[in-house]
């Protein structure tokens, strides 16, 4: 789980003082984890913004709450405090968040990102391009958005559906359909 050092609780605890509301602690998540895009996250978090399912941890001197769709990326997570001359900064290192930890059981979001990352977005960086999930809508339909030299491009539609779409339907097919929410008529920074 998630190591808090005595320092880190110390300041966060302070941090927490400071708001005006009872019982409030933290809650530690992953955007995007298992990919190079994985971001390691610390929120303020009263007991009923919680999640669901998230794992509710004792600390010392507050509750910890993480998420449990982050937890397997935390293992080894550590928050850490020091103080210096500017005062002090805090930090947090996971070693895990953007290590693959895809299975066929593991959540359709995380199986998509993966596709993204390790299969669609390498090529797509040929063009200076990316995509990436926004969200999974009712159906199992997956919405992305382009980004980069796909925005804007001549031939993302080509790109979208014999490309990502293709190669996302095959390899997951308990998705639906994939849909693209892009901006195009931003063309900036478009490989043409």
Do not use: W
């Amino acid at each position: 789980m998630v190591t808090i050092t005595e320092s880190a609780q110390t300041y966060l605890a302070g941090l927490l003082a400071k708001q005006e509301a009872k019982d409030i602690g933290v809650r530690v998540f992953i955007t995007e984890p298992g990919t190079p895009m994985a971001e390691t996250c610390i929120a303020y978090c009263r007991p009923e913004e919680a999640q669901e399912d998230d794992i509710k941890v004792a600390y010392e001197q507050f509750d910890g709450y993480i998420d449990a769709r982050s937890e397997p990326f935390l293992e080894e997570a550590l928050v850490d405090y020091a103080e210096d001359r500017m005062g002090g900064q805090l930090t947090i290192k996971a070693p895990n968040a953007k290590v693959p930890k895809v299975s066929d059981d593991s959540p359709l979001e995380d199986q998509i990102n993966y596709v993204l990352h390790s299969q669609i977005n390498p090529s797509l960086a040929s063009h200076g391009g990316m995509v990436s999930l926004i969200e999974i809508v009712e159906d199992n339909v997956a919405v992305l958005q382009f980004g980069g030299g796909c925005q804007g491009c001549g031939m993302v539609d080509v790109t979208l559906k014999d490309g990502v779409e293709k190669t996302l339907l095959e390899t997951l097919p308990q998705l639906t359909a994939v849909r693209d929410v892009t901006d195009h008529s931003v063309t900036e920074n478009a490989y043409f």
